[in-house]
């Protein structure tokens, strides 16, 4: 069995202005470099084996965090890129929704797997190369425990074919700032173990409080 340690990276100053941000490279926030310090600090599983990251600073970063934590250095991967946004990239919702009727017409939330983003990617897209690199890592990586540091959106394609999802429920899975995902790959079949964990925020979070 392998099992694939799912991330989300941290906070970034986009995420608080709700900007949409794609595969522009925005780093992480103070807060988000503290909650992937808190991630690591906490990690759910005691050991793995290799840590492989999107090549985007705001996932690397979260990476680098986990794979200091275990004497490991960080694989980048291009392919987990979050999705390409194409013209809404850097734009909020209400802003794409002023610009692109037809995105605020509920399609995007209620009909994800039919929506076109002009100039950038479908959520099928995303799913087609998310996948096809994750296969390959689980099929190397046979019988290890790796992690992945991604982004909100591939997270949620990729935990979709993990739980026979279509796409157009993709909007039922939570991602939050440096969620942690496990999913277990035995040969064709798959466990999905946990879906957006965030208990290791806790602790931080009772700081900050006090």
Not at 1 to 21: A, C, D, F, P, S
Request: charged share 25%; hydrophobic share 45%; aromatic share 10%.
């Amino acid at each position: 069995m392998t099992r694939v340690i799912l991330l989300r990276h941290g906070q970034t100053e986009w995420n608080i202005l709700g900007k949409y941000q794609g595969k522009t490279d925005v780093p992480l926030s103070d807060e988000g470099k503290a909650q992937a310090r808190q991630l690591a600090a906490h990690f759910p599983v005691d050991a793995v084996d290799a840590v492989y990251s999107s090549d985007l600073s705001r996932a690397r970063f979260t990476a680098e965090c986990v794979a200091d934590k275990f004497a490991l250095s960080v694989k980048l991967e291009p392919q987990f890129r979050e999705i390409d946004f194409g013209e809404w990239e850097g734009l909020t919702f209400k802003e794409i929704a002023c610009r692109y009727p037809y995105a605020a017409d509920g399609r995007f939330w209620q009909n994800p797997d039919e929506i076109i983003i002009p100039g950038g990617e479908t959520f099928a897209d995303l799913q087609r190369r998310a996948m096809m690199r994750l296969n390959e890592i689980v099929a190397a990586e046979d019988g290890k425990t790796v992690v992945v540091a991604a982004h909100g959106a591939i997270n949620r394609v990729i935990l979709a074919e993990a739980l026979h999802m279509n796409l157009r429920y993709l909007w039922s899975i939570r991602q939050f700032n440096t969620a942690v995902n496990i999913i277990v790959y035995d040969g064709a079949w798959r466990t999905v173990e946990l879906i957006n964990g965030t208990a290791h925020l806790a602790t931080h979070e009772h700081r900050e409080r006090t």
